[in-house]
């Protein structure tokens, strides 16, 4: 069973970084796609970033292309999403998600998913 773990949210000010982890335990998911997706409230969750197994593939959503940036670290088992430049409307529970068979934009897509993490951006 696999198990995914956010942790760097918090709240911080417009223009202000953060840098989201998401560590995985239960296999390795060096092979894996992973993503990141946001669900704000009254809203649906919506795709923010994902790349390939080998990270040399990365995909954004149009909202936040320009201001962050997803990696991985296969020897930690971690998935990052540095966020800069952030605004107000990015305010969400982050989820970083695994296990890609599909469409890396569709939260269908994933059969892992961590817990969320919430970031909090004021104006």
């Known amino acids: 069973q696999v198990q995914l773990v956010e942790s760097g949210g918090g709240l911080v000010q417009a223009g202000d970084s953060l840098r989201l982890s998401c560590a995985a335990s239960?296999?390795?998911?060096?092979?894996?796609?992973m993503g990141w997706f946001r669900q704000a409230p009254g809203k649906e969750r919506e795709f923010v970033a994902a790349l390939s197994w080998s990270g040399g593939s990365t995909y954004y959503a149009d909202s936040v292309k320009g201001r962050f940036t997803i990696s991985r670290d296969n020897a930690r088992n971690t998935v990052y999403l540095q966020m800069n430049s952030l605004k107000p409307e990015d305010t969400a529970v982050y989820y970083c998600a695994a296990d890609l068979e599909g469409d890396y934009a569709s939260e269908l897509g994933y059969g892992y998913w961590g817990q969320g993490t919430q970031v909090t951006v004021s104006s």
């Open positions: 239960g296999r390795t998911l060096s092979r894996d796609a």
